[in-house]
């Protein structure tokens, strides 16, 4: 365990080096970037929908060019990142499209929802995972395939990058608030429920023409202050037990990923392993330039387990915090993030640098 916690500690110090050096030089330039999944890359789809699970009002945005667009963070999410690691443009939300479609990708993540239908909808209306997939099939069906010979079409899609961060919400605002789920389902039986429908989804993506997706890992749940704050643990404490649950799920999604790529003709479905870099930056947050990693930057209600509120000026140094509200990470853990997955086989094998080359 020791060797382990010393490869982790010296992960992030590199990490941490890259992240803050820039971009990364390409060899190789995809034609687009598809987004799908929750908050954590959601860019403003849910500015379209009627739902209280909103971040189009400042703080949120603080740091960000462009202001408040409904990104949960003061800035940069992983998928901005990575789109500009890529040199390629920010994914466009796809309900903010009215004209032409971008052909450098689109996306379609939303706040609050899930991989399972019903999750996130005691907040309004979002986009579940299933219902993404449609819109990705609509946007192939009424203006990409227009725009492309079938050869080129094809050629198109599987040298284009899709990503995932989807299934936080399913434990956040579904199976940790349902009492009648955790009846119904153990940890393992929920974990599987999840993956099962997920695969499902990616055989989608698969059959629509996506060949080289990478599909992120739950974070700490445990440890989001939202959590944290209500069982009133100390400063720099997470919940194990919700850990626990979210590692089953992330151990079988590994599996069935490599099932994926494995049975699937010239797929490349490849793991983000992002929870063990979370949980040892709030573990050790000196190691990553960061000093508080319990707590939120912006100011939120609820005795801080809570979105931001609106207008309030938030913490100074947001750089040096992990959370930016009571659920979502700012641009600083945004970029670490991206840029492990880019250069360090660690996080994502193969890494992207070496996912366009293929």
Known sequence: MMMMRMVILVMGLLLWGSASQGLIVMAHIPPALYVFGDSLLDSGNNNFLLTLAKANYLPYGFNFQDGPTGRYTNGRTVADYIAENLKLPYAPPYLSIRESTSLTGLNYASGSCGILPETGTQFGECLNLNHQIDLFEITINTELKKKFSNNEFSNYLSKSIFIFSIGNNDYINNYLTDPTKRIKYSPQTFAQLLINSLAQQLERLYKLGGRKVIVFELGPIGCIPSITRKRKMQSNKCVEEINK??????????????????????????????????????????????????????????????????????????????????????????????????????????????????
């Not at 790529?261 to 949980?279: D, E, M, P």
């Not at 319990?294 to 309030?312: A, H, R, V």
């Not at 880019?342 to 640098?353: A, G, V």
């Open 245 to 358: 649950m979210v590692q089953i799920f992330n151990q079988r999604l590994g599996v069935m990923l490599q099932n994926l790529t494995s049975s699937l003709k010239a797929s490349h479905f490849i793991l983000g392993r992002v929870h063990a870099l979370g949980y040892d930056a709030i573990k050790n947050p000196k190691n990553y330039g960061l000093v508080d990693t319990s707590s939120g930057c912006c100011k939120s209600l609820l005795n801080g387990t809570s979105g931001c509120i609106p207008l309030q000026q938030p913490c100074k140094e947001s750089t040096s915090h992990y959370f930016w509200d009571a659920f979502h990470l700012t641009e600083t853990v945004c970029s670490l993030i991206a840029n492990g997955c880019f250069t360090h086989s660690s996080i994502c094998s193969p890494t992207i640098n070496q996912l366009v080359q293929i």
